[in-house]
Nanobody, 118 residues
Framework: QVHLQESGPGLVKPSQTLSLICTVSGGSITTNSYYWNWIRQPPGKGLEWMGVISYSGGTSYSPSLKSRTSISRDTSKNQFTLQLSSVTPEDTAVYYC??????????WGKGTLVTVSS
């Protein structure tokens, strides 16, 4: 059974960089055909896909967030990370990591609330 767990600070100040880690267990992030995503949900709003890192390390980002987003990985720890720069209160959301296999998000973390506030 694959398990994903988000971790990171729950409070970030405006203009700073939000950094989250997704730790994966029960499967390797380098296994062929799996894609590892970051998705967020602001309070009272729908899910927003932020970006993805593939099993081979390639990345792709939402056009609306591309200038502020970076996704990387540490294969030795089986983790992938999200960095979102220059945050504002509008970046307050529950942040999820999720695995995509054959265009289906089949495993999700429980999510972590990040609040942007001074």
């Amino acid at each position: 059974q694959v398990h994903l767990q988000e971790s990171g600070p729950g409070l970030v100040k405006p203009s700073q960089t939000l950094s989250l880690i997704c730790t994966v267990s029960g499967g390797s992030i380098t296994t062929n055909s799996y894609y590892w995503n970051w998705i967020r949900q602001p309070p009272g709003k729908g899910l927003e896909w932020m970006g993805v890192i593939s099993y081979s390390g390639g990345t792709s980002y939402s056009p609306s967030l591309k200038s502020r987003t970076s996704i990387s990985r540490d294969t030795s720890k089986n983790q992938f990370t999200l960095q979102l720069s220059s945050v504002t209160p509008e970046d307050t959301a529950v942040y999820y990591c999720a695995r995509d296999h054959a265009h289906t998000m089949d495993y999700w973390g429980k999510g972590t609330l990040v609040t942007v506030s001074s």
